[in-house]
């Protein structure tokens, strides 16, 4: 299973962008997927939850974004969204899309990273 996510950027504090990670091979294989994120420059490990959806569609969101980011999913595509709204300069990041191993908790598999930037 692959996970290929898109749509990063640089915007101006107030903005909107929209991620996108679509999933291709065994997507059977994959429980929850969410977006994590972490300061340019780091590693990925310790990134930060941003959103989540579990596999009956609840949505989970980090504190940072409540109110302001929406994540969706189009099963029919394998593909989740992550809609960003009014961004702030402390939202520029390295953004990731990770899926958790169904049957395997705690197990995951990323994508790789798209940086978001939001500055004036």
């Known amino acids: 299973v692959q996970l290929q996510a898109s749509g990063g950027g640089l915007v101006q504090p107030g903005g909107s962008l929209r991620l996108s990670c679509s999933a291709s091979g065994n997507t059977l294989m994959l429980d929850s997927m969410g977006w994590y994120r972490q300061d340019p420059g780091e590693e990925r490990e310790g990134a930060r939850l941003?959103?989540?959806?579990?596999?009956?569609?609840?949505?989970i969101y980090g504190d940072p974004v409540k109110g302001r980011f929406t994540i969706s999913r189009d099963s029919a595509k394998n593909t989740i969204y992550l809609q960003m709204d009014n961004l702030k300069v402390d939202d520029t990041a390295v953004y990731y899309c990770?899926?958790?191993?169904?049957?395997?908790?705690?197990?995951?598999?990323w994508g790789r990273g798209t940086l978001v930037t939001v500055s004036s």
């Open positions: 990770s899926a958790e191993l169904r049957g395997s908790p705690g197990n995951y598999i």
């Open positions: 941003v959103a989540a959806l579990t596999s009956y569609d609840l949505p």
